[in-house]
């Protein structure tokens, strides 16, 4: 795989625009600098807490009887790890048509999501500290992410010694 690989990049041009879009369950294990030789910007996303939110949101707003007060926060907190396919499966099986009935006597609640959650396997947290880590030291995205947090913290501990 990695000989065709090779052949086919070195059929392209310097004028040729590709975008190539791929799926790794552990990016840690690539070798940075073929990776950096070959692609001009590399971009990889990690499913934070906002994302998450958002996926959510879209999800359980799809049901208008659902109320636009639900507080996706806490859910959103307690499906961190799970990917994007394992959360909308969850919320398929909570959202059954008897449940969707039943809202306006019973409003939904971020708990009835728990069961359903146990299972689903999380995903391994050692696992998920080493794509942070490798994310964070690699990929432009996540430097810039971490730069920025350390000024954020930098000028937090300026204003608390001054006071």
Do not use: H
């Amino acid at each position: 795989m990695a000989k065709l690989m090779i052949k086919l990049l070195k059929s392209f041009s310097k004028s040729d625009r590709i975008i190539v879009i791929g799926k790794a369950t552990s990016p840690w294990l690539t070798a940075k600098t073929k990776l950096s030789k070959i692609f001009e910007t590399i971009v990889f996303t990690v499913p934070d807490d906002c994302t998450i939110f958002l996926f959510l949101n879209d999800l359980l707003m799809s049901y208008p009887i659902v109320s636009r007060r639900f507080p996706i926060t806490p859910l959103a907190k307690m499906l961190a790890g799970y990917s994007k396919q394992m959360i909308a499966d969850i919320v398929a099986e909570v959202m059954t048509t008897e449940r969707v009935l039943k809202i306006r006597q019973c409003p939904l609640n971020p708990v009835e999501f728990v069961p359903v959650m146990l299972k689903y396997p999380k995903q391994n947290p050692q696992q998920f500290e080493l794509y942070k880590k490798w994310y964070d030291k690699y990929v432009s995205m996540g430097k810039r992410k971490v730069s920025e947090m350390e000024a954020k913290l930098a000028l937090i501990n300026k204003t608390t010694n001054k006071k």
